[in-house]
T-cell receptor, first 110, second 111 residues
């Protein structure tokens, strides 16, 4: 969905490096989410935010942090990347119970 | 724990046939369900949704069936086309604006 953009689209990094994944949306939605996707496991919620002043942990928040810089921007950080954080990461925005996903960021941690 | 899951990880369908993708959920508090389609290299895209006060909803070539008695959800795709090849996810929520996703079913359409 072009209304939700993620940068970078692909990233290869080394163990111990700090990584930031960025998400921007033009939908005007208050709710934003970060998920990771691993083969055979579907999407798992890392963090979510219902407005600029609201940040909540999802089911797999350990090793991650987020920042909601504005209504339109929600970034995900890995303070010290480790190989098992290699995955596909998706940002999403929410309207009612429906969510709209970005194109994803493929992260590889060596 | 409570979870959403799909019965089969893969489904191979002949072009033109109907596809049925199944999903079981266990959160009895869930009252809203969504099917998403994820094509290779893209994020999940909304296909169709259904609320718990309904047992069937139809869209364009797709139908979602909900059986609350056995906590079962299915997606039917009529006259499956090559463009329907993708991974399909069911998701559910008890209206707390968080979705729980199943593991996905990979649908492959044979020409």
């Amino acid at each position: 969905d072009a209304d939700v953009t993620q940068t970078p689209r692909n990233r290869i990094t080394k163990t111990g490096k700090r990584i930031m994944l960025e998400c921007s949306q033009t939908k005007g939605h208050d709710r934003m989410y970060w998920y990771r996707q691993d083969p055979g496991l579907g999407l798992r919620l890392i963090y979510y935010s219902f407005d600029v002043k609201d940040i909540n942990k999802g089911e797999i928040s350990d090793g991650y942090s987020v920042s909601r810089q504005a209504q339109a921007k929600f970034s995900l950080s890995l303070e010290s990347a480790i190989p098992n954080q290699t995955a596909l990461y998706f940002c999403a925005t929410g309207r009612e119970n429906e969510q709209f996903f970005g194109p994803g960021t493929r992260l590889t941690v060596l | 724990g409570e979870s959403v899951g799909l019965h089969l990880p893969t489904l191979s369908v002949q072009e033109g046939d109907n596809s049925i993708i199944n999903c079981a959920y266990s959160n009895s508090a869930s009252d809203y369900f969504i099917w998403y389609k994820q094509e290779s290299g893209k994020g999940p895209q909304f296909i169709i949704d259904i609320r718990s006060n309904m047992d069937k909803r139809q869209g364009q070539r797709v139908t979602v069936l909900l059986n609350k008695t056995v906590k079962h959800l299915s997606l039917q795709i009529a006259a499956t086309q090559p463009g329907d090849s993708a991974v399909y996810f069911c998701a559910e929520t008890p209206h707390d604006y968080k979705l729980s996703f199943g593991a996905g079913t990979t649908v492959t359409v044979r020409a």
